[in-house]
């Protein structure tokens, strides 16, 4: 009986496991492990297994690994992580992946998930560690994926080693690093004329070596393939599945490694023992997650109770509340009240959006509840979707729709974008209102009687300069793609329920920017020699919509620096160093000092000076007067925090000078500039710290 073959004994160490199972696969069995689709091995009764699944916020049926039915009709369909970034909780993270994980093993356990391993795309600091939950997740797609049209033509891009190291690989580095994830995705693309999936740099030095992923590492579906047949990167099939593994390549996803790893071996491209170091990698995670454990292993009787639980649809609302950013609220437009506000014209085409709420890499929701439905609950509603689609092609419907507003004694138009505007393999154009639904807001806040509130549903940013110029236009919101529970957010918000408390993860450009920013530059620093105007809060320095970080609420917060230091002492590890003011005119390098000591403390009091109790972020943001190449500010800590109306809170906030005030020079190694640093608290408080060198 197998059972009882050590690999299948749960007191012997991971290691032996699975170097006892290795050695008692053949070649051929081996290979078959290498894909998504794994083989089984009846003689040892493995059985066979998909690793491709999604669950980029809820279960998925994206990909083979997932189906729903019988038993599991659905699964709890959190909102978009965009907005759920604009949360700036990072605790609503942790709570979103254990629902996400126990679902996932529920529905594993009762056979209608095929997978062992969640490819989870939640770029976010901290990632569900492997021994939490039931499941590990895949951290996706390293790196400067561009999008799936570009593939074969511009996905190529060039990047500095000083934008690598202190913008692109920092979320990924962070996943690994401090969230601990069990896998990473490397993506189609070349960066700097290698492809990501056969760069031995990025995956073998940087990821495992650098990074000590404790892990697998997985192509992008048909990433091997794509090198080989679209980047001509490779002449032959063999000579690709060997640069990838060799590179540290564990996974495909996809039957490239399946059909071309033997015969890469027998040409003496490969060796057994580089396939089995890939397979090691892929039982450890497999090993630690139970799967060769028997029904002992304690996540086995999650079942059908627990999927769309209670606890988790109150979640999955709760994390469209907390998300929501109000971005305009003129005249106290809102909230709106039941009293004076009895009858509510809903219109515009993302009105009774349902599929929409919930974004791309999305399963079957428990159920929803779209904005009309939300917002129905409160008062009497006249809905009008005033042009069919977001494409809004033509005004035919416009009449209605100012009919409608004429009335009602409140509007609420929820435009924006769904996925035939902006998904994978569609790349948005402008960033304007697509078709005529900027004429549709402009004709309905005419004619409407009272307030009127314009709600944008997209993932990204939206040039809604013209709402925010129009006097009959009180209030906007941005909602992302708000989950199954969407429309109940929404209401909610409007009607003051739930007090706004999100914040923009991202800059609100002008359409006239898309003209100054090439798709293919990744250059994140401005270069006005060039007329280029550099990318994100960090480096822009020109007009904006609405900028990064903002967020309005119905009540006001004041903030106060109670304690902070004013000098950091920055201890240098040689004599030699210390002495050189050419090195340190140049900063510190990070690796030439002790970090552990370099973590300071800011106490600071958020007080709620308004009539409401809220929910406030708090952001301290850095910068420095290192030169041209340093960023205008930088995030480097955020606190989100409830104060009650009239009382006030003390947060504490961590600044690591290795990590928040360092930066990269042109050559990739992260410095710390000696010299003043200015920490932004909010917008209230600007606190000035110097870094000074000493020695041991």
């Given at each position: ?11 012997l160490h991971i290691r032996d496991r699975v170097k006892d199972l290795i050695g008692r696969l053949t070649l051929q069995e081996k290979i078959r492990s290498l894909v998504d ?384 505007i902006e998904a994978e393999e569609k790349d948005r154009v402008g960033l304007l209102l697509p078709g005529h639904q900027q004429e549709l807001v402009s004709r309905v806040a ?251």
């Amino acid at each position: 009986m197998t059972e009882n073959l050590p690999f299948c004994q749960v007191s012997l160490h991971i290691r032996d496991r699975v170097k006892d199972l290795i050695g008692r696969l053949t070649l051929q069995e081996k290979i078959r492990s290498l894909v998504d689709n794994a083989a089984p091995v009846e003689r040892l009764g493995i059985k066979g297994y998909e690793w491709w699944s999604e669950a980029l916020h809820g279960i998925s049926d994206f990909g083979p690994g997932t189906k729903f039915g019988g038993e599991f009709p659905g699964a709890t369909s959190f909102p978009q992580v965009i907005l759920t970034a604009a949360s700036f909780n990072a605790s609503l993270w942790e709570a979103i992946g254990q629902v996400v994980s126990d679902e996932a093993r529920a529905m594993y356990n009762g056979g209608l998930a095929g997978s062992n391993i969640l490819e989870s795309k939640w770029h976010r600091r901290r990632k569900q560690a492997e021994g939490r939950r039931p499941a590990a997740n895949t951290t996706l797609h390293m790196i400067l994926n561009l999008g799936m049209v570009l593939i074969v033509s511009i996905s190529m891009p060039r990047v500095s080693k000083q934008d690598l190291e202190d913008t692109y690989n920092v979320p990924f580095k962070a996943c690994v690093v401090e969230g601990r994830v069990a896998s990473v995705m490397c993506s189609y693309n070349e960066v700097n004329g290698k492809p990501s999936c056969a760069d031995p740099n990025l995956l073998r030095d940087t990821i495992r070596g650098q990074w000590h992923l404790n892990g697998y590492i997985v192509s992008d579906c048909d990433s091997v393939e794509v090198m080989f047949k679209d980047h001509h990167y490779t002449s032959t099939p063999e000579d690709a599945v060997a640069a990838a593994i060799k590179a540290g390549l564990d996974l495909d996803c996809g039957p490239f490694l399946g059909i071309y790893t033997e015969s890469a071996l027998r040409s003496g491209k490969l060796t057994e023992s580089d396939v089995n170091t890939a397979l090691s990698n892929l039982l450890t995670v497999q090993m630690r997650l139970g799967m060769f454990d028997g029904p002992r292993q304690p996540y086995g009787y999650l079942g059908p109770r627990d999927v769309c639980t209670p606890a988790h649809l109150q979640l999955t609302l709760e994390a469209a509340r907390q998300g929501i950013v109000l971005l305009q609220n003129r005249g106290r437009s809102l909230p709106l009240s039941t009293r004076r506000h009895r009858t509510i014209a809903v219109i515009g085409p993302n009105s009774d959006a349902s599929v929409t709420m919930i974004g791309n890499y999305a399963g079957d929701a428990c159920g929803y509840t779209t904005p009309l439905q939300g917002i129905a609950r409160y008062a009497k509603t006249i809905h009008q979707v005033g042009c069919n689609g977001v494409a809004c092609n033509d005004s035919r419907q416009f009449g209605m729709a100012e009919g409608a507003a004429r009335q009602a004694d409140a509007t609420v138009l929820v435009v924006g974008l769904d996925q035939s505007i902006e998904a994978e393999e569609k790349d948005r154009v402008g960033l304007l209102l697509p078709g005529h639904q900027q004429e549709l807001v402009s004709r309905v806040a005419k004619a409407s009687r009272g307030p009127v509130v314009l709600v944008v549903m997209s993932g990204g940013p939206v040039d809604v300069t013209f709402a925010k110029n129009d006097p009959m236009i009180g209030a906007i919101l941005w909602v992302g793609y708000p989950g199954q529970a969407g429309g109940t957010a929404m209401a909610d918000v409007l009607f003051g329920t739930t007090n706004p408390g999100g914040n923009l993860p991202m800059t609100w450009y002008p359409q006239d920017y898309v003209s100054k920013v090439s798709m293919t530059s990744m250059d994140m620093r401005a270069n006005p020699s060039k007329g280029y105007p550099g990318r994100t809060y960090r480096f822009y320095k020109g007009p904006v919509v609405f900028p990064f970080g903002f967020g309005l609420s119905y009540t006001s917060f004041r903030s106060t620096l109670a304690d902070a230091p004013t000098t950091i002492s920055i201890p240098l590890t040689t004599l030699k160093t210390f002495k050189n003011s050419t090195m340190l005119s140049h900063g510190v390098r990070v690796t030439h000092t002790k970090c552990d000591p370099l973590i300071t403390r800011l106490h600071i009091d958020v007080e709620n000076v308004g009539d409401m109790d809220g929910t406030h972020t708090l952001m301290v943001f850095a910068s420095s007067s290192g030169g041209k190449q340093v960023s205008e500010k930088q995030l480097v800590a955020f606190e989100k925090v409830h104060v009650v109306a009239g009382s006030r809170k003390r947060v504490v906030v961590d600044i690591d000078a290795c990590k928040h005030l360092s930066m990269a020079d042109k050559n990739g190694i992260r410095r710390i500039p000696l010299g003043l640093h200015n920490l932004h608290i909010g917008d209230d408080i600007k606190h000035t710290i110097s870094l000074v060198a000493s020695s041991f």
